[in-house]
Nanobody, 117 residues
């Protein structure tokens, strides 16, 4: 059974940092395009950062220069380093895994990130 387990969320003050982790199991991790999405209350889920199938990265304009996505294939884990956090970054952050040829698409359960003073 495929599992994506996020961790690292929490409450942080504006300007602070957090690092999210997503540990995957039961998939050939290196073959999956991994990404992070977020959903704020009353809003649609949106892309934050993701690896493409070619291994390049995409970022939402709102997080460019502040967030960095990385992955460790040996640990089956993808990370999201979030710096200079703003209140508008408050959301539930979800890990996503897309398999080869888009034949599989998995989501984690989400982790809450709250940016507030």
């Amino acid at each position: 059974q495929v599992q994506l387990v996020e961790s690292g969320g929490g409450l942080v003050q504006p300007g602070g940092s957090l690092r999210l982790s997503c540990a995957a199991s039961a998939i050939i991790f290196s073959r999956y395009a991994m990404g992070w999405y977020r959903q704020a209350p009353g809003k649609q889920r949106e892309l934050v950062a993701a690896f493409t199938s070619r291994g390049t990265t995409n970022y939402a304009d709102s997080v460019k220069g502040r967030f960095t996505i990385s992955r460790d294939n040996a640990k089956n884990t993808v990370y999201l380093q979030m710096n200079s956090l703003k209140p508008e970054d408050t959301a539930v952050y979800y890990c996503n895994a897309i398999g080869p040829r888009n034949l599989a698409n998995y989501w984690g359960q989400g982790t809450q990130v709250t940016v507030s003073s």
